[in-house]
């Protein structure tokens, strides 16, 4: 839920969820033009899918039979790991990134269980962490991955289990960072691999054990996260950028207000 700051950001200030300073040039080759938005547009993104993903999680809780209340929430891992990947194709130093990100993970898991309690996607909420953790993964991946430090990368991948969207969502961001990275005058078979790769793991990000024929369904819920980035390129829209801790703390804070609701209802 949470993305790395551009290459021109402080070092002392990590950049929020979905947001990133510094040139506002494409990522991506072709793709970066609505896949990877810059300033404001960014902004706005980010918090489309930080209120998409509040609703997600109450609609999981007040009716997980209901897919067509589901279906809206399938986009915003996908638009989380897209922004994450631009930021880390861009060079934030990850360590840093992480070590600011860990508090919030910490803190959101307790609204994550105490909302949750007991079990969440058919598992123990005790041994499934919150979206934050995988996208802590996803990073620390990409750090092994580009320094060659394969035990690391296998002990990321060791993890990946008890995280949200497990493998697929640690994927989800290395693949991201992937075709982040790829430059305007990448040959067109890399550049259409690269998105191919991470449209296919988008669908296996829903894919779990149990899941019933229609709520596997869900797993193409992902796809419209192409169309709604491409519509918002072209939509003169956008937001200011806030104080740069409000889309972490927006995180933990949404488990308080849900259970708060919660109790307010009776259920």
């Known amino acids: 839920m949470a993305d790395l700051s551009g290459p021109n950001a402080s070092p002392s200030r990590p950049a929020p969820p979905g947001h990133e300073r510094g040139r506002t040039a494409a990522a991506g080759g072709g793709w970066g033009a609505f896949l990877f938005p810059t300033g404001p547009r960014r902004e706005l ?69 105490v909302f949750f309690w007991p079990t969440y996607a058919g598992r ?18 990409w750090d092994a991955l580009r320094r060659r430090a394969w035990i690391e990368l296998g002990a990321v991948f060791l993890l990946a289990p008890f995280v949200d969207y497990g493998v697929a969502g640690v994927l989800a961001v290395v693949l991201s960072a992937r075709l982040a990275e790829a430059k305007p005058g990448a040959p067109p078979l890399e550049r259409l691999a690269n998105g191919a790769a991470l449209f296919a793991v988008w669908l296996a990000l829903n894919v779990q054990p149990g899941r019933t024929p229609a709520e596997l369904a869900l797993t193409f819920g992902a796809w419209l996260t192409v169309p709604l980035l491409w519509l918002l390129a072209r939509l003169p829209l956008g937001l200011p950028r806030g104080p740069w801790w409000v889309p972490y703390a927006y ?4 488990f308080v207000v ?5 109790l307010a209802l009776g259920r």
Do not use: C
């Open 124 to 141: 123990p909420v005790l041994l499934y962490w919150n979206i934050l953790f995988t996208l802590l993964l996803g990073a620390l991946a």
């Open 251 to 254: 995180y933990p804070a949404h």
């Open 258 to 262: 849900l259970y708060i609701l919660r």
């Open 45 to 113: 993104v980010r918090w489309i899918a930080l209120l998409l993903m509040a609703f997600d999680h109450w609609a999981a809780w007040t009716a997980p039979g209901d897919l067509w209340l589901r279906l809206p929430g399938r986009v915003v891992y996908p638009i989380f790991a897209l922004f994450m990947g631009a930021s880390l194709a861009r060079g934030f130093p990850v360590r840093r990134y992480v070590r600011r990100l860990i508090p919030f993970a910490l803190v959101a898991q307790l609204g994550f269980v």
